[in-house]
């Protein structure tokens, strides 16, 4: 008898057990275990040839070609190799000793690949209760096999039965044999499709962001639903969406990762993403796409009665987003797409005035904000890194402890000072706490500075005013200011928040502290060994220094002068250098000397312990804008008042 096998699109002839020797080395994805006489011209074969079609490969196995005792050479390897291996129960299965070998063999493999084989069995025309041996269906054979091969070996044979017969499968009651196999080559898919990423070996806190995600996606909704991991640079975004990936890519018909769209999008390989989207989805390679436009094409053509997981991993615009996921429609019901983004600016999300910057074209999507690590991870995770242990050693504790508070719960911040200071010297962690305490680590501003390089010039104004001035204050009233300066506040504000940059709580402006420091480093680095050739001094010192020496110059639009070692008057002939001061911070001291056609650019000026009578004589601030006097003995008649001043509050 001769039996021709397409295997990885070769035919291949084994009728002689020399020629399948060919076959080693082939991986096979299914192994079809079956007793020919009964299903091999009728079930098995369309299931063969269903999977075949479907992309599937499979090793079908005819046990009557079958010579000899052993499984070995190419049998062994395609059992090995399969990762579902499939029993069909028929009534005369057992009959089989070499269906009955390769069965033990299934279960032997299945024990020893920790989960990563499957058994799926047919029930054909038997049931459960058959293959366990609780009825006497079996029993004659077996009794057969006994005479033959002896009681150790068919007692193996009945323990694999058993086993499988425990096993979740299919069988035929009350349902057409095609029915039946197109759910198998569904299921099949589904179970072949899982395309894990690999994860971080140090991964700690997800387990909550998990179920958050996971409650969102909403797995048993029919509905195609897009969720959106929102968060700046380093918080975990792309690493919460490979682990959720992970966890549920199985209940799909077709899954696919795609890293770093905004990253291929610029360099031109979205027809190569699009290309990698459809050979995933679909485990097999597409028609040759031309352009992008083709490959929109064929995702809507091909995925519209699949139920798909796709991952978008680092988007920043809708345009990226059209070219692989643009319509609920494109995909079969229960599709779920993940986006992770920095900015959701250019997601059809509602703002404060209902309104949305892109057509709408879904209902919502559900944005998921990505937080700090609670210090308890935090604690775990740095640990990981620096100590390769989830605790300090004790002598090591405190310090620890300061480095993490400084890394502010930052994911990226923690693994990159914990791996920087693993196997390090005490003295080279105080280093470090110090440095920390004064530059942040470079590495981790790197990755947060992508963020600030894709703003508008006004909006990095805005982001670098409240980096070095104004966290924790209301925004209504920098509002002010800004908009005098011809900015955009309004709009600016939203997009930094859809970006990850400010966050708004109590309407008062807050920033994640690495990403005050990245501020900060980056007005540093306007000028690293001239401050006053920087655009604002927040340090007092610093900011004193420059006056005392007169060194001012037309650069600044800051200067914060608070909690110096003592108060001092700051006099007109210092404030001449800074023609382009917009904002002024002082605390105690007065203003002395005539400043006639001084400080004509102050929007901003704040005063703490303002003094009860001002020693300055023409001062008109004629374009200030916010006054804010706190903590002073101000009264209704202070000469202040006297001065023309344009106060909004």
């Known amino acids: 008898m001769d039996r021709r096998d397409s295997l990885d699109g070769r035919t291949v002839s084994t009728t002689d057990r020399g020629d399948v020797e060919s076959l080693l080395g082939t991986e096979f994805e299914v192994f079809l275990n079956f007793r020919g006489p009964d299903t091999r011209l009728n079930f098995a074969d369309c299931l063969y040839h269903f999977m075949d079609g479907a992309g599937i490969r499979v090793f079908r196995d005819d046990e009557?070609?079958?010579?000899?005792?052993?499984?070995?050479?190419?049998?062994?390897?395609?059992?090995?190799?399969?990762?579902?291996?499939?029993?069909?129960?028929?009534?005369?299965y057992t009959s089989s000793a070499?269906?009955?070998?390769?069965?033990?063999?299934?279960?032997?493999?299945?024990?020893?690949?920790?989960?990563?084989?499957?058994?799926?069995?047919?029930?054909?025309?038997?049931?459960?209760?058959?293959?366990?041996?609780?009825?006497?269906?079996?029993?004659?054979?077996?009794?057969?096999?006994e005479q033959k091969f002896g009681c150790d070996v068919v007692q193996r044979w009945k323990e694999a039965l058993r086993e499988v017969g425990l096993l979740k499968g299919w069988d035929l009651k009350n349902?057409?044999?095609?029915?039946?196999?197109?759910?198998?080559v569904a299921e099949v898919l589904i179970k072949l499709n899982r395309r894990d990423k690999n994860l971080p070996d140090q991964l700690v806190g997800m387990h909550d962001y998990v179920e958050d995600v996971v409650r969102l996606?909403?797995?048993?909704?029919?509905?195609?639903?897009?969720?959106?991991?929102?968060?700046?640079?380093?918080?975990?975004?792309?690493?919460?969406?490979?682990?959720?990936?992970?966890?549920?890519?199985?209940?799909?018909?077709?899954?696919?990762?795609?890293?770093?769209?905004?990253?291929?999008?610029?360099?031109?390989?979205?027809?190569?993403?699009?290309?990698?989207?459809?050979?995933?989805?679909?485990?097999?390679?597409?028609?040759?796409?031309?352009?992008?436009?083709?490959?929109?094409?064929?995702?809507?053509?091909?995925?519209?009665?699949?139920?798909?997981?796709?991952?978008?991993?680092?988007?920043?615009?809708?345009?990226?987003l059209t070219k692989f996921a643009e319509k609920r429609d494109w995909f079969g019901q229960g599709s779920r797409i993940i986006i992770t983004t920095r900015d959701t600016n250019f997601l059809p999300i509602k703002d404060e005035n209902q309104q949305s910057s892109v057509p709408m074209h879904f209902e919502e999507f559900k944005i998921y904000q990505m937080r700090e690590l609670h210090y308890r991870h935090a604690h775990q995770l740095f640990s990981k890194h620096a100590f390769r242990m989830d605790s300090p050693p004790y002598d090591y504790d405190d310090i620890s402890c300061d480095i993490i508070r400084k890394a502010s719960g930052h994911p990226l911040s923690l693994e990159v000072i914990g791996s920087s200071l693993y196997c390090k010297s005490k003295q080279l962690w105080k280093d470090t706490l110090k440095k920390l305490n004064l530059v942040p680590t470079q590495d981790v501003l790197d990755k947060l500075k992508i963020s600030f390089e894709m703003l508008e010039d006004t909006q990095k104004e805005i982001f670098l005013?409240?980096?070095?001035?104004?966290?924790?204050?209301?925004?209504?009233?920098?509002?002010?200011?800004?908009?005098?300066?011809?900015?955009?506040?309004?709009?600016?504000?939203?997009?930094?928040?859809?970006?990850?940059?400010?966050?708004?709580?109590?309407?008062?402006?807050?920033?994640?502290?690495?990403?005050?420091?990245?501020?900060?480093?980056?007005?540093?680095?306007?000028?690293?060994?001239?401050?006053?050739?920087?655009?604002?001094?927040?340090?007092?010192?610093?900011?004193?220094?420059?006056?005392?020496?007169?060194?001012?110059?037309?650069?600044?639009?800051?200067?914060?002068?608070?909690?110096?070692s003592k108060e001092r008057d700051f006099t007109s002939d210092e404030f001449?250098?800074?023609?382009?001061?917009?904002?002024?911070?002082?605390?105690g001291g007065n203003l002395a000397g005539d400043f006639k056609n001084l400080l004509s650019s102050l929007r901003w000026l704040s005063w703490h312990r303002c003094p009860s009578e001002l020693q300055a004589v023409n001062l008109c601030l004629w374009n200030l804008i916010v006054l804010k006097l706190s903590d002073s003995d101000i009264s209704g008649n202070w000469n202040g008042w006297g001065h023309a001043w344009q106060i909004v509050t």
């Not at 069965?103 to 069995?121: E, F, R, S």
């Not at 250098?577 to 605390?587: A, G, H, I, K, V």
């Open 64 to 92: 009557e070609i079958r010579k000899g005792e052993a499984i070995e050479g190419s049998l062994e390897h395609a059992i090995k190799s399969s990762a579902i291996c499939m029993p069909i129960f028929s009534r005369n």
């Open 98 to 145: 070499w269906c009955l070998r390769e069965l033990a063999y299934m279960v032997d493999c299945l024990k020893n690949k920790d989960g990563k084989k499957m058994i799926l069995p047919v029930f054909f025309d038997v049931n459960t209760d058959d293959v366990k041996l609780k009825t006497g269906l079996y029993h004659d054979a077996l009794q057969k096999h």
């Open 175 to 184: 349902r057409g044999q095609g029915e039946l196999i197109r759910l198998i």
């Open 217 to 320: 996606l909403d797995e048993g909704s029919p509905e195609v639903r897009y969720i959106v991991i929102h968060g700046m640079g380093g918080i975990g975004k792309t690493t919460l969406a490979m682990v959720v990936f992970n966890q549920i890519s199985s209940q799909f018909h077709g899954c696919s990762f795609l890293s770093n769209v905004q990253e291929a999008s610029k360099g031109g390989k979205v027809v190569q993403l699009q290309k990698q989207l459809l050979l995933e989805i679909l485990n097999f390679k597409p028609v040759e796409i031309s352009d992008f436009d083709a490959g929109i094409s064929q995702i809507k053509r091909r995925f519209r009665d699949k139920k798909v997981l796709i991952v978008l991993d680092d988007l920043n615009k809708w345009d990226q």
């Open 465 to 564: 005013d409240i980096a070095c001035y104004f966290i924790g204050e209301e925004r209504i009233h920098p509002h002010y200011v800004w908009k005098a300066l011809d900015f955009f506040p309004r709009s600016d504000i939203i997009v930094l928040t859809r970006m990850s940059l400010i966050k708004i709580v109590d309407d008062r402006l807050l920033m994640h502290d690495l990403l005050r420091d990245l501020g900060r480093e980056i007005v540093r680095q306007e000028n690293l060994n001239v401050p006053e050739k920087r655009s604002r001094l927040w340090c007092p010192k610093v900011a004193l220094n420059v006056m005392q020496t007169r060194k001012g110059t037309k650069n600044i639009v800051a200067l914060k002068l608070t909690r110096l």
């Open 576 to 587: 001449a250098s800074f023609p382009s001061l917009r904002f002024l911070e002082l605390e």
